[in-house]
């Protein structure tokens, strides 16, 4: 059912990332689909990869577009060795596989714990990939199944473009969330308004620009992420040469003068970037930022050059209670995402 309060004000919080989950929803690719023209063949099996690291720490709920998919997908995860006792299908079609972006937003309630669902606007990251209907719909499905209360903030927003701390500081760009592709009715001070009445924020810190190649507009989830309270990791280019040197250079700096909610200053983690990705001559967004954090283990894309090692040795002083896994991730970056990028967390 839709709820007419807006969440914040009656107790409710997006928590961050490591605060245990019940469940990783992800919405498995279909063929058709326009996410990855020419490799699609090459994509299950990453998913699979990704399922069953996951299904050995917490529940996996996906989304397939019908009975044929479910069995194609029960038939690979079989094959690649997912735990399929830990996998729960879901009739919820969607034309492309970025749950992040068209999946709910959860908020819990501090108070009494209750769960429920903020059901934003998608608009496939300002109409630039019709039809979108069917993903659109995913937020409402997934509150009916749960039997969750479902607020409605009337904007556009995606997962992606957002990154929070759970205690009340959240990190998004000026290129994405002020884009006129997606709320061209409201202003910043307006946006930001709606922000924090839904997700349970109180400060919100704004990054520039995103990298080279994200047709998101600029998502937070490839450049700057919370490790913890007040420790960010944000992505940094070492080589001014490089196309994306100066805005990941705009965005450390920004981030050196930012503070807290508490006004207590970021802890910053430097994470390299991995050398270039390209496809038929095209530059992909390729950032080891889009990791994904779930019980007991991190998930971080790799794309096969020496600074992979390096990223995941950086994450794992981070989190020293997880296991940090690298899954290559080459052949996601041709959809220009990652595994934050597919992947959305039920909180407990």
């Not at 699979?48 to 917490?58: C, D, V």
Request: hydrophobic fraction near 35%.
């Amino acid at each position: 059912m839709i709820d007419t309060p807006e969440p914040t004000a009656v107790g409710f919080r997006m928590p961050a990332e490591w605060e245990p989950h019940a469940a990783t929803w992800l919405t498995w690719p279909r063929p058709e689909g326009i996410s990855f023209p020419g490799i699609y063949d090459r994509i299950p099996p990453v998913y699979a990869g990704l399922i069953r690291t996951l299904t050995a720490h917490e529940d996996v709920c996906l989304n397939v577009w019908d009975a044929g998919a479910e069995a194609a997908a029960r038939a690979l995860l079989t094959e690649h060795g997912a735990s399929l006792e830990r996998v729960h299908f879901h009739h919820h079609p969607a034309y492309e596989p970025w749950c992040r972006d068209h999946g709910p937003i959860f908020v819990v309630n501090r108070g009494t714990g209750e769960r429920a669902v903020t059901d934003w606007g998608y608009n496939a990251w300002g109409d630039k990939y019709p039809p979108y209907d069917l993903d659109n719909e995913v937020p409402r499905r997934i509150a009916d199944l749960r039997g969750l209360r479902r607020f409605v903030p009337g904007m556009v927003l995606e997962g992606g473009s957002i990154d929070v701390n759970g205690r009340g500081t959240l990190l998004t760009t000026e290129s994405c969330l002020l884009n006129p592709n997606r709320n061209p009715g409201l202003s910043k001070s307006e946006i930001e308004e709606r922000i924090k009445a839904n997700l349970g924020v109180s400060k919100i810190l704004w990054l520039g620009d995103g990298i080279v190649g994200d047709d998101t507009d600029g998502h937070v989830d490839d450049l700057t992420r919370f490790l913890g309270p007040s420790t960010v990791a944000t992505a940094v280019e070492e080589d001014p040469a490089d196309e994306n040197y100066a805005a990941l250079r705009d965005n450390l700096e920004r981030l050196r003068s930012m503070t807290d909610q508490d006004g207590s200053p970021l802890r910053i983690v430097e994470l390299p970037m991995p050398d270039p990705v390209e496809y038929q001559g095209e530059r992909l967004p390729a950032s080891y930022a889009n990791f994904y954090i779930a019980n007991g283990v991190v998930v971080v894309p790799t794309y096969r050059c020496a600074s992979d090692a390096k990223a995941i040795e950086i994450l794992q002083a981070e989190f020293p209670d997880r296991r940090v896994v690298g899954i290559d991730s080459t052949n996601l970056a041709w959809g220009f995402g990652s595994f934050h990028c597919i992947s959305q967390q039920e909180p407990a």
